[in-house]
C-alpha cells in the first residue's frame, strides 16, 4: 500500500517533470512549427540561472524564489535572440531549423563548459524543501510536491494566457490560419516573437525546477530533450491539453513499467508504446483542425 | 514545400535520438583492426639517441568523459614535470605527445595508433572507460607497444601490453563487501548504471553473497545519464536492506543520492557504497546530499603518508588550492613513476627489455608501496573504505591489514570460480 502510493506519486511527479520540460515545447514546435534543438539547452541555462542566483543570495529558498522568474527572464531572452537572428530566416523551411538549433544547442553546452567549467555544479534545495511529507505511510519528497505544483502553476499561467489575454488571441489566430490572421492585421512577426520568448521562456523554468532533484551540469539538457519531444508528439502537436495527458500518462506508465521491470526495459517499453501509438493515431492525442490549406 | 504533420512529428524525435547517441556514452567500438593497419609487429621506431624520449598521454580531453580525465591528465602532466626536474628518465627528458581521446573508443584506438606509429612514443599513458581500453587493447597488442591504464575496472583481464595500476575487483569491491559483512550487513541492494562495469561488479558481488550468507533484496540498473530516480529509490526504501552498494556511474549519483535523501534515507538508516565518487565528483553531487556516505577506495587525499603530503602539495601549488586529489589521479601519476623504475630496472626503452623487468617493480606511491605483478601486469594496492566528511573530503575508516595482490580472474576465490564462464 504503500509502496503503491509512492509509486503513484512518482508516476505524477515524473510527469510533471515531463509537463514542464514539455510545456514551452508545445509551444514553440506545437504552435509554430519550429524544431528548436536548443529548447534541453535553454533548460539548461535556466538551471545554470539557478546556480549563479544562488552564488549571490546565500539563502537557498530565497534564491530558489528569485531564480523561477529569473531563469523565465534568461530563457525567454535566449529564445529571442535565436528566434531574431536565425529562425525568422528559415520559418518555412523545418529540416533547416532542425540542424541550425541543434549546431545552437552545441555551442551553447561549450559555451557553459567554458563559462561553469566541464563537472556538475552544484545547487542546494532549500531546507523547507529538504525532506519529505508522510502520506499513508509513504514518502511524498517535498522537492517533487513543489515541482508538481510548479509544473500545475505554469501550466494554468499558460492556459490563461492563451485563452484570456489579446496576445493568446492572436497566437492561436496565427496558428489556425497564419495568411489570414495576417489579413486581419495581426502582426504574425511581433506574435512569432512573444510565442518564442514566452515557450523558452518555460524551459527556463524547468530548468530551475530540476535542479531540484538532478545534477546540473553542460549536458542537462540532453537528458530532457528526447523525452519533451515524444510527449509533444504523443500528445498532439500544438495541443496543450494533448501533452498535459501525455506527459502524466508517460510518467505514470514509466513508473509502472520501471517499477514491474527495470529502468532500461521500461524505456525500451514507453517507446514501443509509443511508435506504436502513433502508427495507429499520426496526429496525437489530439489533432488540431484547422481551415488553412495545408 | 510541405512537410505532413506525421513527418514533420517525427523529424525532431530521430534527430532527438541522434543527440543521445552523439552525447551519451554508448559509442560503439568499431572493429580494431582498421586502427593498425600498418601493424609491422614490434619494429619500434622509438628514438632514443638524443636528449629526450617521448611518452604519450591520451585523455579525452573533450567529451562527456573530459570531467574525469582532464583531472588524470593533470596528474600525468604533474608526474612528468617532477621526473624531467630530477633528471628524467636514464637521463633523458620526457617529451609529452597528448592526445585527446574525445570520449570515443574509436578515436581512442586510432590516437593510440599515431602515438605508437607515427609519434614514435615508447610508453602511453592514459584511457578511463572500459570501452576505451577494450578499443586500444588489439592496437597496443599488435603494434608490442606499452599503456599504462589508471582507474579501477571490472577484471577479467590481463595484457602483456597493457600495466593496470587501478584496482581491479578483489581490491576494491571483495574489500568493500568484506568490510560490510564485518560490520554485520546482513542484506544489501544494488545500484548500477547498466553498463559493464556494473553489471560485472554485481555478479561478483551475487557470488560473493550467496557464499557468505549475505541477502541480495534488489539489483536495479538505471541507463546511463538518467535521472529520474524515483522508482528505483522506492525499490530501495521498501526492501529495507542493511545497506545499498552503488556502481552508478557520473552524474546519475547526483540525482541518485538527492532523491534518497528526499524519501528520508540516511547514510545512519541505510549507508550507501560507491565505487564511482571520489573527492573530485563530491562537490558536483552536493557535500549535504553524500555526507557521511562510505567509498571504497585504495587512495584518499587525506592519507597520511609523507608521500601522499608531497604529492597533494605539489598538485595543489601547481593546479591550485581548491583542487583536491583522487584515486584514479594517483594511479596515473604512480603509473609514471613506475614505467621509469621499469625501464631503469631494464636499462633500456625497448618493451620487450621494459616488460620483462616489471616484475616485483615498486614504487613508493602515495597511497604507499605498489609492486608490479609480472604475471598478470597489476599492482598491490592497498583497499580502503572511507567517509565522506564535512569538507567534502574523504577519511579512511577502515583498510586492509596489507597490501592486496592483484587477482584480476579471482582465481584465488573458491566462490568465484564459476564467474570467469
Redesign the interface.
Known sequence: MELLIGQMFAGLSLGSVLLLAALGLSLTFGQMGVINMAHGEFMMAGAYTAFVVQRSISDAGVSLLVSIPLGFLVGGLLGLVLEAVLLRRMYHRPLDTLLVTFGVAIILQQAARDIFGAPSVDVRAPAWLQGNIELLGAPIPLTRLFILLLSLLCLAGLVLVLKATPLGRRIRAAVLNRDLAETSGISTRRTDQLTFFIGSGLAGVAGVAVTLIGSTGPYLGTNYIVDAFLVVVAGGVGQIKGAVIAAFALGVLQSVFEFSTTASIGKVLILVLIVGFLQLRPQGIFSLKTRSLT | ???S??T??????A???M??AL??CGSQISDPASANSTASGGSSCVDTSGSSVKVGFINSLSG?M??SE?TVFDSLSLAAEEINAAGGVMGKQLQVISEDGASEPTKFAERAGKLIQQDCTAAVFGGWTSSSRKAMLPVFEANDALLFYPVQYEGLEASKNIFYTGATTNQQIIPALDYLAEQGTKSIFLVGS?YVFPRTANKIIQAYAAAHGMEVLGE????L????F???V??V??SKADAVFNTLNG?S???FF??Y????LTAASMPVVSVSIAE??V??????NVEGQLTAWDYYQTLDTPANKKFVAAFKAKFGAERVTSDPMEAAYTSLYLWKAMVEKAGSFEVDKVQAAAGGVSFEAPEGTVTVDGENNHITKTPRIGKINSEGLIETVWSSPAAVEPDPFLASYDWAKDLGK
Open positions: 514545400m510541405r512537410v504533420v506525421t514533420r512529428a517525427l523529424i525532431p524525435l534527430a532527438a535520438a543527440v543521445t552525447t551519451g562527456t573530459a570531467i582532464n547498466d536495479e540498473y538505471a541507463p545519464g538518467s535521472t529520474e524515483s522508482t528505483i522506492n525499490k526504501r521498501d552524474d549519483n547526483v540525482a538527492r532523491q535523501k528526499s524519501v528520508g573530485e565528483e562537490p558536483g553531487v552536493g557535500l549535504e
